[in-house]
């Protein structure tokens, strides 16, 4: 966290969009993503050559893009990702973050914190036989991940179908088509207008229309996608990043940042790290951090080894803190300004919730597991208070006994440890969430209510009140 560089200003930066990066396990996310990033000056050509060196000793030569973002061992062995990963890169107008997310049903708590940073989503889906009928069968991760990031707010999505250079396809127009008209079909039924989403033929190993137009494919003339009265067409991937549009985060309202991780970093100190969602965070802020009320002052504020002199919602940080162990907070806590509406611990809260897919009936006392921003814990259904149309919200049933797939009803959740979550119309980042058991979402939802619990006496650092009575 060493400031090396001098602190940027708000003037001096450019538009940032952070962009996930999804899709069904082998789809070729890794290898597009990287090959992307590479070509737009994001790596440097050694680090691909020694990736390519280490790849080709392990028998895997067509990974060696993919170690770009797969870097634990267990990813490089097999050949699939785990964790999430952040890697930067601009243009003349954007400041472009990409979130890596895994496409492994095992690790789908890691793909949802990776999506719930994100302003748009770019999913991948392989154009192979029996590839793509795999990852957008019912209940497989292709149609999982889209849900998902509809439901975590996520309302912009591009489509790369990948693969088109593969042996039985050979850059077939009538494969293409058929997945377009498809993956429209299902995307139309959760939310997403298709008009506004593009859909680009790629081959992530090859290059093809990543940010040349392929001669291979002669018969792609352009993808057009229309936001809000404003008409947008191209031929390559990257050109679909220059046309999302610049996501709204309100700055006037009290900071809100869940974190993703904290660590420890010698000769620093504990650096907790996450993307603000609302509110700004400036160095020399005393910050708190809820639910376990810790409060401490902010030393330094960074994104991507670069100092801020404020952090802007929508930036993904590190922020160093003093007199904070590791111990003392968490992934899942929520970062916030202690004198500025601070967030407080949920008993509980009231939800409206649709049903996506279960196998039995969901009864009163159903304990699933939560995933709400950044935050993973176990939750129950105390009582299910109303059975209501899940598209218009009338009413059908008072106090239904039980719930099945494809219904809606509002229910009272409690929760098993203490988190923090906010009403989704005061705070939507913290206001929606996913409902998992059996490596399966069962259940989406938002927060209308929250059952909030008194806060004890926490811990408040001496920086913090030095600070204090200094302001």
């Known amino acids: 966290m060493k400031n090396t560089v001098k602190p940027k200003q708000r003037w001096e930066r450019k538009t940032h969009n952070n962009i996930v990066v999804t899709g069904h396990v082998d789809s070729g996310k890794s290898t597009t993503t990287s090959h992307l990033i590479y070509k737009c000056g994001g ?226 100190g504990t650096v907790p790290v996450g993307r603000a969602e609302i509110g700004v965070l400036k160095p020399g802020m005393v910050a708190i951090f809820a639910p376990v009320n810790v409060s401490t002052e902010v030393k330094s504020v960074e994104t991507h080894h670069e100092a801020l002199s404020e952090a802007l919602p929508g930036d993904n940080l590190g922020f160093n803190v003093k007199s904070v162990s590791v111990k003392d907070v968490h992934r899942g806590n929520v970062a916030a300004d202690s004198k500025n509406d601070p967030p407080m611990e949920a008993a509980g809260f009231t939800a409206q919730v649709i049903i996506l897919s279960h196998s039995g009936q969901i009864s009163a006392g159903y304990a699933p597991v939560l995933d709400c921003h950044t935050a993973l814990i176990a939750c129950k259904f105390a009582e299910l208070k109303e059975k209501i149309d899940c598209r218009s919200g009338k009413k059908l049933k008072d106090g239904p006994k039980f719930l099945k797939s494809g219904d809606a009803a509002i229910v009272d959740m409690v929760l098993g440890k203490p988190m923090c979550v906010k009403s989704f119309s005061d705070y939507p980042p913290l206001g929606c969430f996913a409902v998992c058991d059996m490596r399966q979402t069962v259940t989406v939802g938002i927060i209308r209510a929250v059952d909030k619990k008194a806060a004890g006496a926490g811990k408040v650092t001496k920086s913090a009140q030095k600070a204090q009575k200094a302001k």
């Not at 050509?45 to 770009?68: C, D, L, P, Q």
């Not at 995307?187 to 040349?212: C, Q, R």
Request: glycine fraction near 8%; proline fraction near 4%; hydrophobic fraction near 40%.
């Open 43 to 268: 790596i440097n050509h050694r680090t691909i050559e020694n990736f390519k060196k280490e790849a080709a000793k392990m028998g895997k030569g067509s990974f060696k893009y993919a170690w770009v973002l797969d870097k634990l061992k267990a990813e490089c062995e097999h050949g699939i990702t785990i964790d999430i990963s952040l890697w930067k890169f601009e243009d003349s107008k954007y400041c472009v973050t990409i979130i890596h997310a895994p496409g492994q049903r095992d690790f789908i708590k890691n793909m949802i914190m990776g999506t719930s940073q994100a302003d748009c989503a770019v999913l991948i889906v392989a154009a192979g036989v029996g590839a793509f009928e795999a990852g957008i069968s019912k209940n497989q991760q292709t149609r999982e991940h889209v849900l998902l990031a509809y439901t975590l707010g996520v309302k912009q999505l591009i489509v790369g179908v990948n693969k088109m250079d593969s042996t039985e396809l050979l850059y077939s127009q009538k494969r293409y088509e058929e997945i377009v008209k498809e993956v429209s079909t299902y995307i139309k039924k959760i939310g997403y207008n298709p008009n506004t989403v593009a859909f680009v033929p790629v081959s992530g190993w090859n290059h093809n229309n990543m940010l040349e137009p392929s001669a291979n494919m002669p018969w792609f003339k352009r993808w057009k996608v229309t936001h809000k009265n404003v008409n947008a067409s191209g031929i390559i991937l990257l050109e679909t990043l220059g046309c999302i549009l610049p996501p709204i985060h309100p700055t006037d309202k009290p900071l809100c940042l869940p974190l993703q991780d904290v660590y420890k970093i010698g000769g620093i």
